[in-house]
């Protein structure tokens, strides 16, 4: 891990997608580090921890994630820090890519991380100070086959983050994405395993991405020194 001990005492994260995953990667490493964590997930918790907060939340339902952060008001009135990461994705030609499977990325990838964001900023304001990251991927630069709608959603995600950091700036809220290669988990087991290789094959770091690569830009962005740095989307592996 990038930080040990008491690196984010007396903060508290909103971490999306907190069950699994890169969502969980990111939630246990800031309860290591001394934070608290609220997490929204569609399914119960899958952490034990006396900082942590689990609220079974459909982030790509607008409706629901209002009545998430009204459950949370009543744990905390003060978020610092949002990690946007929840995320579905459906990989399939565009020809036969069922709407719904199209319309579901677009709720949650997209539309749950404004919904996210724009709650959690109305926190923030108060204590004039905050950090939102947002989790995207490889695939908004590479482009790959049979992941148009999914590709389309995580490049908005990297837009969206930047017009919001310019309207957050003036409350000392800064909002960045992370854009992540291939890592181990549940999302990455749907796709063809051939078909991930090709893709790493040509980065210019020809690996899979490791849990300290994605934390250790996760601290950074989070971090108090970070403060001049907004509206910035960074690759790992080298894509560009």
Request: proline share 3%.
């Amino acid at each position: 891990m990038t930080q040990t001990g008491s690196a984010y005492a007396g903060k508290l994260a909103l971490v999306t997608g907190s069950r699994r995953g890169v969502g969980r990667l990111i939630t246990e490493h800031f309860l290591q580090n001394g934070g608290s964590v609220a997490g929204f997930a569609l399914g119960e918790s899958t952490i034990d921890h006396l900082h942590y907060h689990h609220f079974q939340v459909d982030v790509g339902d607008p409706a629901a994630v209002q009545t998430g952060f009204a459950e949370l008001k009543k744990v905390t009135d003060s978020v610092q820090i949002v990690v946007n990461n929840a995320a579905v994705l459906t990989s399939q030609y565009a020809m036969i890519m069922p709407p719904a499977a199209a319309q579901a990325m677009l709720n949650v990838n997209l539309m749950g991380a404004f919904m996210v964001s724009r709650e959690a900023s109305k926190m923030m304001r108060k204590r004039k100070w905050g950090r939102i990251i947002n989790i995207s991927s490889m695939a908004a630069s590479l482009e790959p086959i049979g992941d148009s709608m999914y590709c389309a959603s995580k490049a908005g995600l990297a837009s969206m983050s930047n017009v919001m950091a310019r309207e957050l700036a003036p409350m000392n809220v800064t909002c960045n994405t992370l854009a992540i290669t291939a890592i181990a988990t549940d999302m990455l087991a749907q796709l063809s395993q051939d078909k991930i290789s090709e893709v790493i094959a040509e980065l210019p770091i020809p690996r899979f991405a490791e849990p300290d690569d994605i934390l250790n830009v996760v601290d950074f962005l989070a971090s108090e020194r970070s403060a001049y740095i907004t509206a910035q989307t960074i690759y790992l592996g080298g894509v560009n």
